[in-house]
């Protein structure tokens, strides 16, 4: 074919072909084959996954489906699930949207809400998807400069005009850990006009004390234009499972579910789903070993000399000074975490914490790596 002609079969819309792609942390599996290590010796603090791996109730439940799948569907509104979170949180099963990952329903709102010609409102330093759904619809990401690493709320409000559909919040915030109390984000919610949408992101709530967890049903009976969203990732230990969900008034909810595939979440994702919720002792579980393990790493970082952010999350970002050499070092030694250069952070990495053992691995991986990076560089 003449190449003249070939021109004309550019595939996909330009906006898209520009798009970034998501990266994300590297599996154990590629690291042990380019470092030629067994893929049980690679050590993975990558993810924010959860340390203590699947709950055995959800494990369980899922063994059972197996002795009994029947090759149909799954149910298509995750009925069940729905039923027993709007138990937990006091509100209407008709606000729930369960998700294929909590992601799903980032894409899901980006795709209901703004097309081109909006824009969508986020802060630096925010989860990276928030952008990238934005831009694959076409609309136009508003990034506000953030303020202590976390988000600038009197910026971001200012920043709405007539084509912001959506604000993306992440609280706490990853990468950088940050956390917005309550009183702020309600005030904040007081202030933005109704027909703009907010979408809190709450990945890490179960890692907050008690104290700071959001009254989930008050904040959506006082904000319609509010859609709460959690995942059963991090602290439920589920991130391969893929299920997340989202809380909000009928209206935004309907919405949602237009634009939702009707069997986004597999019977294997929901079951385990339905039983890691009653799993209280794990979630209690994970988030003493998060607060342990923080702290841990706070203690080493600080006998390294390296300055980090106190976090909120299961995760911190620590000031390596060359993150993306630091990564390498550390892949030398079996050991992944997350560059985060993309984010503009490059002196950073993100730590997820670990088990005991394993915070014990990072650190001392990290001193040997500060030592071969600094010897490289005389
Ligand atoms: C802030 C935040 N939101 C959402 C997600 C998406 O999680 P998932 O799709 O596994 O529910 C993540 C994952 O790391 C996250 O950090």
Redesign the pocket.
């Known amino acids: 074919m003449p190449a003249a002609i070939a021109d004309v079969f550019t595939y996909g819309k330009s906006y898209i072909q520009a798009l970034p792609r998501y990266i994300p942390g590297k599996p154990a599996s590629s690291v042990a084959q380019q470092y030629g290590f067994a893929e049980s010796e690679v050590l993975k603090l990558a993810?924010?996954e959860n340390p203590l791996g699947i709950p055995g109730s959800a494990q369980q439940a899922m063994l059972n489906l197996a002795a009994q799948a029947s090759g149909c569907y799954p149910e298509p509104e995750a009925a069940p699930l729905k039923a027993r979170l709007a138990e937990r949180f006091g509100v209407p099963q008709s606000w729930i949207t369960v998700?294929?990952?909590?992601?799903?329903i980032?894409e899901l709102a980006a795709r209901a809400f703004a097309g081109q010609g909006d824009s969508i409102v986020m802060s630096e330093y925010?989860?990276a998807?928030y952008s990238l759904y934005t831009s694959a619809v076409g609309a136009t990401p508003v990034v506000i400069p953030a303020r202590d690493f976390g988000h600038d709320l009197e910026a971001m409000l200012a920043a709405i005009d007539k084509t912001t559909k959506l604000i993306y919040i992440?609280n706490?915030?990853?990468?950088t850990g940050t956390f917005i109390e309550p009183d702020e984000i309600e005030y904040f919610l007081s202030r933005v006009p109704k027909e703009v949408v907010v979408l809190l992101?709450e990945?890490?709530a179960e890692y907050l004390p008690d104290a700071l967890q959001t009254d989930s049903a008050a904040l959506l009976e006082r904000h319609r234009n509010l859609i709460l969203?959690r995942?059963?990732?991090?602290a439920y230990g589920l991130?391969g499972l893929?299920?997340?969900y989202s809380m909000a008034q009928p209206e935004l909810t309907q919405i949602l579910n237009q634009v939702r595939s009707a069997f986004n979440t597999n019977s294997f994702a929901q079951v385990a789903a339905l039983a890691a919720l009653s799993d209280e002792e794990f979630v209690r579980c994970t988030r003493d070993l998060n607060d342990r393990g923080r702290e841990q790493l706070y203690h080493g970082f600080d006998l390294l000399a390296l300055p980090y952010l106190r976090s909120a999350?299961n995760f911190v970002l620590v000031h390596v000074g060359d993150g993306e050499r630091i990564s390498e070092e550390l892949l030398k030694r079996a050991v992944i975490v997350r560059p985060v250069s993309s984010y503009g952070l490059k002196a950073w990495v993100r730590i997820s914490v670990g088990l005991p053992e394993q915070n014990e691995r990072l650190l001392e991986a990290l001193s040997s790596s500060l030592h071969s990076a600094a010897a490289y560089r005389q």
């Open positions: 993810s924010n998700g294929n990952g909590s992601s799903e980032l925010a989860f998807l992440a706490p915030n990853n990468p992101d990945a890490y969203l995942t059963f990732s991090k991130a893929r299920v997340g999350g």
